[in-house]
């Protein structure tokens, strides 16, 4: 086996490009968050969230200090917003709900009837209009109040979190049908209690992660049975969790520490959160073996990675009806050695990462495309978790211009499930741009230009709008015609022949 290069794994991702029509129920939708696009962050009655508090106030980090107070606004332009999916005539809009404009303090007793209303119109809107809502209930956006008592720190939070959910299902569910009860936990857990770059900001690396994504787990699994046992058979709909989800490549196939490194990446990144839901309950064995033998060198009697009980354990497996991942990126991996102390936060990983920039000329912010990461990644998927349905919940790339060879690569790969076998059963992409957390303003994700230096915030469809709206019409990728074979019968008196050149044939002696 000979190493591969970084050129030859992207030919290889390109070399196939296919053409057809994905299933006809097959969900190609658009996506956002509360946070990043409605605005209104102190409008009616609303609560504040810990990123009103963080991005409000000097040095949070934010490029020019931006925040999320306005958005794009989508709070008081829900109408133009409706306009725009009508216009793409996408089949779902992923949005999500946020936690202080329904309880401004994080618990029932605070309701916002006028937060509701907002909601209601929304879901109604898109019904009208033959969408389906895919909702988000929680995604990063903790009421403040909720973060005053710990945060996801505190066991409570599971019962609250819970009663939230509770909440939503009982006034959403008879039109809402597709849940997802949080977005991307791991970058929760670890930026936002691990390195300290999100909020709540807390920089406890060696335990506050782990400690925080068992709570995390435990309250995903509480409110996916609690819609088991109170609305799934009146409703008949589906919940999940919406897991970050990078795809990690060995940067030499033939060393096998960097293959172990790989794997072990993936269940760090991955099955952190989807090996407890889709296997077994419990974590993978690689995060806990690695957690265990760094808390080992590091003198403490037992690992910073909690334990489920056996009774937990049986709470958790299972509390899943699809998986929806979120992708952006792919990333190589090598193993490292001695080059971390035992006491660094980075030590339980004991790995070095680089992006895998598909694009060598071109810069594109803080990710970097890698459209063939897609195929590979949703393979690993299918393996890993037992072929489960899957949605694509986010996937776009953060470019100054537009790129839409990056969508052709990426859906073309997705497309492949025909050949692999894979049961893709839906794809969405960023439906305009918007304020994009740690990195506020700068990147434009989003199929829709947003102005945010106009007060109306107007929305301007991009190239790669239409190029999506030309997928979503045609549901793939037509055979181009000058590819089409023709097919008939040449004329009775056509004459077929060969030829040759006296000099050109080889004299016989």
Same mark, same amino acid.
């Given at each position: 086996?000979?190493?591969?290069?970084?050129?030859?794994?992207? %030919?290889?991702?390109?070399?196939m490009?296919?053409?057809?029509?994905?299933?006809?129920?097959?969900?190609?939708?658009?996506?956002?968050?509360?946070?990043?696009?409605?605005?209104?962050?102190?409008?009616?009655?609303?609560?504040?969230? &810990?990123?009103?508090?963080?991005?409000?106030? *000097?040095?949070?980090?934010? *490029?020019?200090?931006?925040?999320?107070?306005?958005?794009?606004?989508?709070?008081?332009?829900?109408?133009? $917003?409706?306009?725009?999916?009508?216009?793409?005539?996408?089949?779902?809009?992923?949005?999500?709900?946020?936690?202080? %404009?329904?309880?401004?303090?994080?618990?029932?007793?605070?309701?916002?009837?006028?937060?509701?209303d907002?909601?209601?119109?929304?879901?109604d809107? /898109?019904?009208?209009?033959?969408?389906?809502?895919?909702?988000?209930?929680?995604?990063?956006?903790?009421?403040?109040?909720?973060?005053?008592?710990?945060?996801?720190?505190?066991?409570?939070? @599971?019962?609250?979190?819970?009663?939230?959910?509770?909440?939503c299902?009982?006034?959403?569910?008879?039109? &809402?049908?597709?849940?997802?009860?949080?977005?991307?936990?791991?970058?929760?857990?670890?930026?936002?209690?691990?390195?300290?770059?999100?909020?709540?900001?807390?920089?406890?690396?060696?335990?506050?992660?782990?400690?925080?994504?068992?709570?995390?787990?435990?309250?995903?699994?509480?409110?996916?049975?609690?819609?088991? #046992?109170k609305?799934?058979?009146?409703?008949?709909?589906?919940?999940?969790?919406?897991?970050?989800?990078?795809?990690?490549? *060995?940067k030499?196939? !033939?060393?096998?520490?960097?293959?172990?490194?790989?794997? %072990?990446?993936?269940?760090?990144?991955?099955?952190?959160?989807?090996?407890?839901?889709?296997?077994?309950? #419990?974590?993978?064995e690689?995060?806990?073996?690695?957690?265990?033998?760094?808390?080992?060198?590091?003198? +403490?009697?037992?690992?910073?990675?909690?334990?489920?009980?056996?009774?937990?354990? !049986?709470?958790?497996?299972?509390?899943?009806?699809?998986?929806?991942?979120?992708?952006?990126?792919?990333?190589?991996?090598?193993?490292?050695?001695g080059?971390?102390?035992?006491?660094?936060?980075?030590?339980?990983?004991?790995?070095?990462?680089?992006?895998?920039?598909?694009?060598?000329?071109? *810069?594109?912010?803080?990710?970097?495309?890698?459209?063939?990461?897609?195929?590979?990644?949703?393979?690993?998927i299918?393996?890993?978790?037992? $072929?489960?349905d899957i949605?694509?919940?986010?996937?776009?790339?953060?470019?100054?211009?537009?790129?839409?060879?990056?969508?052709?690569?990426?859906?073309?790969?997705?497309?492949s499930?025909?050949?692999?076998? &894979?049961?893709?059963?839906?794809?969405?992409?960023? +439906?305009?741009?918007?304020?994009?957390?740690?990195?506020?303003?700068?990147?434009?994700?989003?199929?829709?230009?947003?102005?945010?230096?106009?007060?109306?915030?107007?929305?301007?469809?991009?190239?790669?709008?239409?190029?999506?709206?030309?997928?979503?019409? $045609?549901?793939?990728?037509? /055979?181009?015609?000058?590819?089409?074979?023709?097919?008939?019968?040449?004329?009775?008196?056509? @004459?077929?022949?060969?030829?040759?050149?006296?000099?050109?044939?080889?004299? /016989?002696?």
């Amino acid at each position: 086996m000979t190493t591969m290069t970084i050129t030859e794994r992207h %030919r290889e991702g390109k070399q196939m490009y296919h053409y057809g029509h994905f299933s006809q129920d097959f969900l190609w939708g658009v996506s956002s968050s509360a946070y990043q696009i409605e605005g209104g962050y102190n409008q009616d009655g609303k609560g504040p969230s &810990v990123w009103d508090v963080v991005s409000n106030n *000097p040095g949070s980090g934010i *490029p020019e200090d931006v925040n999320g107070n306005d958005a794009c606004d989508s709070y008081n332009r829900l109408d133009e $917003d409706l306009y725009m999916l009508q216009a793409l005539k996408v089949k779902s809009y992923r949005f999500s709900l946020s936690w202080s %404009r329904i309880f401004p303090n994080g618990r029932r007793a605070s309701l916002n009837q006028k937060g509701i209303d907002y909601y209601n119109r929304l879901i109604d809107g /898109l019904l009208a209009r033959q969408i389906t809502p895919m909702v988000t209930i929680y995604h990063w956006d903790l009421p403040q109040a909720l973060q005053d008592i710990g945060g996801w720190q505190n066991v409570e939070m @599971i019962d609250i979190f819970n009663d939230y959910c509770d909440f939503c299902f009982a006034t959403f569910g008879d039109r &809402v049908k597709f849940w997802m009860t949080m977005n991307d936990p791991q970058g929760l857990a670890w930026l936002g209690y691990g390195t300290g770059r999100i909020p709540p900001k807390i920089r406890e690396p060696g335990t506050a992660p782990y400690q925080v994504a068992h709570n995390l787990i435990k309250a995903h699994a509480t409110a996916y049975h609690t819609y088991d #046992d109170k609305y799934r058979a009146s409703q008949g709909g589906m919940v999940s969790i919406a897991l970050n989800a990078e795809w990690v490549e *060995p940067k030499d196939i !033939n060393v096998p520490r960097d293959l172990v490194a790989a794997d %072990r990446a993936m269940q760090f990144n991955v099955g952190w959160f989807a090996h407890p839901i889709f296997k077994n309950g #419990d974590y993978p064995e690689a995060l806990k073996a690695q957690v265990l033998v760094k808390s080992e060198l590091q003198g +403490l009697k037992q690992s910073r990675l909690p334990s489920f009980t056996d009774e937990e354990k !049986n709470l958790i497996k299972g509390t899943a009806d699809m998986f929806c991942a979120n992708h952006y990126t792919s990333r190589l991996v090598t193993h490292v050695t001695g080059a971390l102390s035992p006491a660094s936060y980075l030590s339980d990983w004991d790995y070095q990462e680089e992006e895998i920039l598909d694009q060598p000329t071109t *810069p594109i912010g803080f990710t970097r495309a890698v459209s063939f990461g897609m195929r590979r990644l949703l393979n690993w998927i299918k393996a890993e978790y037992g $072929d489960p349905d899957i949605y694509i919940t986010e996937n776009s790339v953060a470019t100054p211009r537009e790129w839409v060879q990056y969508y052709k690569q990426t859906l073309t790969n997705i497309f492949s499930y025909e050949l692999d076998g &894979v049961k893709v059963k839906g794809y969405a992409t960023y +439906l305009m741009d918007s304020f994009q957390f740690l990195y506020g303003y700068l990147f434009g994700y989003g199929l829709h230009h947003v102005d945010f230096n106009n007060p109306n915030r107007p929305r301007t469809p991009k190239f790669s709008a239409h190029f999506y709206y030309n997928i979503i019409k $045609d549901n793939g990728f037509p /055979l181009p015609e000058d590819e089409k074979m023709i097919y008939g019968e040449f004329k009775k008196d056509f @004459i077929w022949s060969s030829a040759t050149a006296s000099y050109q044939v080889k004299k /016989l002696t």
